[in-house]
């Protein structure tokens, strides 16, 4: 099945530091998108990149994918504890699929 | 952004009783609804997929008796766990979209449902 996983698995830093976080996917896409989960919650849309499309930025989110290496990276600058968070990539193939990876735990520490 | 609600966000049940959860979209009509289930620190499995007015196409591996899905308008789908037992216990996660509308194809999420069999 087509599935984004991400790296690391756990991920912690320091208010003010910025979190990178990968993925990668093993089929043809026809666009990406990272969510974010708060433990016990539902999962919060934070950006979608299209296939044709290299970066995107959104607030202090700034996502890449390389289609030709199959992976994006999510990079959050000037982290918040209010950050800490799980964060998924999920690629979409054809019929409308989203299928995720493990997730990312970020812990951002004040 | 759009909102997605599920109803109710925590249900506990005896083993061997049906538990109804509701999906809406609240200020969208969505073409498309999806149900996930997800363990505890555990990513999201797709459970199935429905479209409005059509059958639901489920996952490999996922009972199609067991898990009854409905999306008999634009705004609402419904997941029936028949027969619960403890091993359905999980955090029950609705998406919709409106795929004649959205050219960024997003999915909205709703905050969950936790279902605990006992």
């Known amino acids: 099945s087509q599935q984004g996983e991400e790296d690391p698995q756990a991920l912690s830093i320091q208010e003010g530091e910025n979190a990178t976080m990968n993925c990668s996917y093993k089929?043809?896409?026809?666009?990406l998108q990272w969510y974010r989960q708060n433990s016990g919650r539902g999962l919060v849309h934070l950006i979608l990149i299209r296939s044709n499309e290299r970066e995107k930025h959104s607030g202090r989110l700034r996502v890449t994918l390389d289609t030709s290496k199959k992976s994006s990276s999510l990079l959050i600058t000037a982290s918040r504890a209010a950050d800490t968070a799980s964060y998924f990539c999920a690629p979409e193939t054809s019929g409308s699929r989203l299928t995720f990876g493990e997730g990312t735990q970020l812990t951002v520490n004040p | 952004g759009a909102v997605v609600s599920q109803h109710p966000s925590w249900v506990i049940c005896k083993s061997g009783t049906s538990v109804k959860i509701e999906c809406r979209s609240l200020d969208f009509q969505a073409t498309t609804m999806f149900w996930y289930r997800q363990f505890p620190k555990q990513s999201l499995m797709l459970m199935a997929t429905s479209n409005e007015g059509s059958k639901a196409t489920y996952e490999q591996g996922v009972e199609k008796d067991k898990f009854l899905i409905n999306h008999a308008s634009l705004t609402l789908s419904t997941l029936t766990v028949t027969s619960a037992h403890p091993e359905d216990s999980s955090f029950y996660i609705c998406?919709?979209?409106?795929?004649?509308?959205?050219?960024?194809?997003?999915?909205?999420f709703g905050p969950g449902t936790r279902l605990t069999v006992l």
């Open positions: 998406s919709a979209r409106d795929l004649r509308t959205s050219g960024y194809n997003e999915q909205f």
């Open positions: 089929t043809s896409i026809n666009n």
